[in-house]
């Protein structure tokens, strides 16, 4: 196996961001595409992680192939990547992933590859009736507004609106965002629609604005929430959230 | 009531700067004008704060009011403000602050007034026979460099010359300020005027530069020391500081 | 004793560097140039620091003086400077060093001059076989990649061909850098040198590249490294590591 990138940029992004969820992942390696399908340690949080073989120049692969990374050590290696840098992946004979940045010098690491315990996770169907498009940069402000109030937040769907609304004891932070030429807002009915998510995960996934300009937020009353952040023809990383549920 | 201001970076700059000093405050909203006058919780430094009703483009306002707010809360909302949000003041019907920012999104916070016990601070009659008008930045510096050596300031004030000077047991510095086109030392006679103040609260007093390219110093001799920052039609920040008297 | 630099740059980040390895230092000023030789406390790095008269646009010396300082008091006070700021040097009457930066103030610090116990440090008489002249960059990368693997890196010299080397337990990192119009490798003869150096030592020491844009890399088999840093006719900065011997 042989994979270079041009660009380092969506690869290193998008690992630096994952890493910040889980600390060890399975890729699989298809002729389609890289894949990371990963759960969180609390359960409460899923990643998913697409890049295609589009966005490699060079994409050698004899046969399909699952490999278990520690993420955090595979971001460390990435983080010294130049802009301008070509990186290759590559399997070694010691069962160690070879990662190599080629600029001024060739710089060559070598990181072990760890065996995952797990099964490859699943990714459970979900039916979101909201779909939400927005610039990642207005729900990235919506939730650094709701972080100064409150723990948890709540995402409000009704026609031609979203609304996100944090309150503490003392204070509140009502966020309305409105549709217009970048924000459209697609309910299955005219229903509202209402659930709650944690603020500090959703700090977390909310990075994926550095791979994307738009976000697709996916979510129903008390359910699931699903962003996602997609660079056509290159990569696409996604989150899912469970809803917080209130017992009082 | 309801005061709109299209450009927020005085009121969120002074109230980043006051909170610094102090963390509760009772702002008294007239036709004129926004006033806060507060003491800080170590009765060594009072803050001025006045905002003309001239910043705002919106000034409805049917009573004079005056409300307690927590600082802290309000710093942390108006850093959520961007460059060119539009913000609003209002009381809503439960005794809260409504502060809106609207940029790309409408965002609403609400914040609890409080209940502040004592009487509204008088600020004391002081008479300056030095006042010293510099640019901001030239303060910075000496402060700066003072800090690096003790951990109070002597300012000396002779005619056409003001000297900052700060000592350790082993170090010294002196920052000689001379009088030129921006710099000029006014005197009440010619005597040689000193006094001694706490780097610790000048740290904190010298952010008024975000406010105003320049300063007025005025101090007289182991007397308070007083700081006004200005932008003319709009905002101005003083703040009053004790000396230290030595016991040496 | 007065001497005065017209560009504080030079000598501030020297003793920035300086300072992070050892807190105190004998200057000694002679007609030519002010030199520190300096052991680190734990005896495994040295500094030699030069400057050259010549960088002084004033530089009036009756005789040649030893002055210890402590550096990190020095260190203060020349982060004070501005970019433009004329900097002096003087002794004053109470065996005291003036440092006086003159911007739009005149700020004068005064440190006292520190009695050093042990005598002048000698530099070893060491003969390097191996000479690599590389931008200064580069090695700074190699550094910092290696960092992330280990704590201690070894540096392979070969014709053509310089390699830097680290691994931990489980993840190994390997920076080639060839030859090219900036970089060249100079071996006494045809063999393979090898030597091992702490990383925690060799990150101080790479700040060396604030002085000058290329590095002179001197080492030889199980032998002590030097580093040399040069701007001509300014300053010259160097730093002797001993090697790490393993004993398994």
Chains 1, 2, 3 share one sequence.
Do not use: C, H, W
Not at 52 to 78: C, R
Not at 144 to 166: L, N, Q, W
Not at 197 to 224: H, R, W
């Amino acid at each position: 196996m042989k994979l270079t990138l041009a660009e380092p940029r969506f690869l290193k992004e998008s690992i630096i961001i994952i890493s910040d969820l889980v600390s060890e992942g399975r890729f699989r390696i298809t002729k389609d595409a890289i894949q990371l399908i990963a759960m969180d340690p609390a359960n409460v949080a899923m990643v998913l992680f697409k890049m295609l073989s589009s966005s490699f120049t060079e994409y050698k692969l004899e046969k399909e192939v699952d490999i278990g990374v520690n993420l955090n050590s595979l971001k460390q290696v990435l983080r010294r990547s130049g802009p301008s840098d070509l990186i290759s992946l590559e399997f070694d004979t010691q069962n160690k992933l070879k990662v190599q940045l080629k600029g001024r010098a060739t710089r060559t690491f070598s990181l072990p590859l760890i065996e995952l315990e797990e099964k490859e996770q699943k990714v459970p169907e979900l039916k979101f009736p909201v779909k939400i498009m927005a610039p990642s940069e207005v729900l990235n402000d919506a939730i650094a507004d709701a972080d100064i109030v409150g723990e948890s937040v709540s995402f409000i769907a009704e026609t031609g609106r979203f609304t996100v609304k944090a309150e503490s004891e003392l204070n509140q932070a009502t966020i309305d965002i409105s549709e217009d030429e970048n924000t459209k807002v697609t309910l299955e009915d005219g229903s509202k629609f209402r659930s709650k998510y944690s603020i500090e995960y959703l700090k977390k996934m909310i990075n994926g604005s550095k791979i994307a300009d738009s976000v697709a937020i996916n979510f129903s009353t008390d359910y699931p929430l699903r962003l996602d952040y997609v660079a056509i023809d290159r990569v696409s990383l996604s989150f899912i959230l469970a809803p917080r549920v209130d017992n009082d």
